[in-house]
């Protein structure tokens, strides 16, 4: 049992060059997120799922599209990266009982240098 | 706009002292109220969550005290170890905000020294 997996964990980029972060959970988990984690800011939240084939924005979506087409991937990209996109980001994920939600379960983050 | 405010940033206990985390919040549609403590290079995992049907909530030398009228919570770490130096992040959630997505406080990093 895996849990939350994120692929890459460490990347540099060059300013303007796209890429995607992959996201895996094998807990099938209704609920899941991508955060950015900056010194000082805590999490923020970039994008969410509630479910397979839905995506919505959350707090900092600017410069992120998110895709989720099975139930296990939310992928996060960066269509033209820059340097204020420099971060650590964390993909959650969650489910709900009735109307109550749950631990949150985090992987283990992907460093982005955006040189 | 911060929904979660927490403090101190940082704090400095000694080896068997109590270490104490504050966190106050506005939207008084959040029900659920995690802890989360990360350590270096890692993801944040969740500690202890409390929901505000409680006063408080213990779990080993972990405990959460919640003020739902003055809409604060708190951590609580007894007989604090080196263990436990990391950083501590309090959140609040809702299914209308979000789905049910934490909103999180800044961060307290927390040093226990020998």
């Known amino acids: 049992n895996a849990g939350v997996t994120q692929t890459p964990k460490f990347r540099v980029l060059k300013t303007g060059q796209s890429m995607t972060l992959l996201c895996a959970q094998d807990m099938n988990h209704e609920y899941m997120y991508w955060y950015r984690q900056d010194p000082g800011m805590g999490l923020r939240l970039i994008h969410y799922s509630v479910g397979e084939g839905t995506t919505a924005k959350g707090e900092v979506p600017d410069g992120y599209n998110v895709s989720r087409l099975k139930k296990q991937n939310f992928l996060l990209g960066l269509e033209s990266a820059a340097p204020s996109q420099t971060s650590v980001y964390f993909c959650?994920?969650?489910?709900?009982?009735?109307?109550?939600?749950?631990?949150?379960?985090f992987g283990q983050g992907t460093r982005l240098t955006v040189v | 706009q911060q929904q979660v405010k927490q403090s101190p940033q940082s704090l400095i206990v000694q080896k068997g002292g109590i270490s104490i985390i504050n966190c106050a919040y506005e939207n008084t549609a959040f029900d659920y109220f995690p802890w989360y403590q990360q350590f270096p290079g890692k993801g944040p995992a969740l500690l202890i969550a409390?929901?505000?049907?409680?006063s408080e909530k213990k779990e080993g030398r972990f405990t959460i005290s919640f003020n739902k009228s003055a809409k604060q919570f708190s951590l609580h770490i007894m007989d604090s170890q080196p263990g436990d130096s990391a950083t501590y992040f309090c959140?609040?959630?809702?299914?209308?905000?979000?789905?049910?997505?934490?909103?999180f406080g800044k961060g307290t990093s927390l040093l226990v020294t020998p």
């Open positions: 959140a609040a959630s809702h299914i209308s905000n979000s789905g049910y997505a934490l909103n």
């Open positions: 959650a994920s969650s489910y709900s009982r009735g109307f109550l939600n749950t631990e949150a379960f």
């Open positions: 409390i929901r505000p049907d409680v």
